[in-house]
């Protein structure tokens, strides 16, 4: 599998919805493996998977709803095959992240739910196996060419559950904090729907490292899309991208977003974890 494909298959809408049922909403979500198991030959073993976005996202939302297209039992993807999966946060609490905008539920709830004969749920989680290392960090240019995967106002390819790809520039050195917290900004256009978007490092075959050139593929997982800047009068200001659409004034935006690292989301794995373990959400979940 390419990495862009991975990229895609790691994403899904969320749709969310007030307690009369009624959509209210959408943005973008990932899915993350917490405990991935590789055997001797490094074979990749699925662990304990959640589903990751920005708080502010599912905040005001009493349910929320997500879409995985179907494969065969040899996981080949069948595109035109989709089912759309309800949960509400009775059934499904989130786990929020201690200090930033994200939080993540538990996917085990899959198992719950009943697909065609022959058939299973098709997604590729991201992983810590992907976050740049020390040695990353140290090979970065201060420009890198980026993607962002999501749902930007709700736009994706319906009948094949595709989302959209956009292509933009770090906006700030990635091996350095920007304003010393673990956040970056990213040139690139940020719409609602777009919040809790994974921004990825893709190549598939030769790039630049800060002193040499070096052949792909490489896959980097950076961080996830959180605000968005826009001028409000004579000032610019970062903003929570929201979900509903109606919420910001397209013609303010300028095309500059804001990021949270993603080491950030594997902070949340002990919180995670431990609320599968006992059965029952911590003290932050809700």
Request: one cysteine or more.
């Amino acid at each position: 599998m390419l990495h862009s494909e991975l990229a895609m298959a790691s994403t899904t809408i969320i749709e969310l919805l007030d307690e009369n049922n009624i959509e209210i909403g959408k943005g973008t979500a990932f899915f993350y493996d917490f405990s991935p198991q590789r055997n001797e030959s490094q074979q990749y073993t699925p662990g304990e998977i959640a589903l990751v976005t920005n708080f502010h996202v599912i905040e005001k939302a009493f349910s929320w709803r997500i879409k995985l297209k179907l494969c065969t039992q040899d996981g080949l993807p069948q595109n035109a095959e989709i089912i759309t999966l309800q949960r509400n946060k009775r059934n499904s609490p989130w786990i929020k992240h201690r200090s930033v905008d994200l939080c993540c539920t538990s996917f085990r709830f899959i198992n719950e739910i009943s697909i065609p004969k022959n058939r299973k749920y098709f997604m590729v989680p991201l992983c810590k196996d992907y976050i740049p290392n020390e040695t990353d960090m140290n090979e970065f240019t201060p420009i890198e060419d980026i993607f962002m995967i999501g749902f930007p106002i709700g736009l994706y390819d319906t009948r094949n559950n595709f989302p959209i790809i956009r292509k933009g520039l770090t906006a700030s050195c990635y091996s350095i904090d920007y304003k010393g917290e673990k956040e970056f900004l990213v040139d690139i256009g940020c719409f609602p729907g777009s919040s809790g978007s994974p921004i990825c490092i893709i190549n598939d075959g030769a790039f630049f490292l800060k002193d040499k050139l070096a052949a792909g593929p490489r896959f980097r997982f950076l961080g996830i899309l959180t605000k968005g800047y826009r001028i409000t009068g004579n000032t610019i200001e970062a903003v929570d991208i929201p979900a509903e659409s109606e919420d910001i004034s397209y013609r303010s935006l300028i095309n500059l977003g804001h990021a949270i690292k993603a080491t950030c989301v594997q902070e949340m794995e002990d919180d995670f974890l431990l609320s599968l373990k006992n059965n029952e959400s911590p003290q932050h979940a809700v």
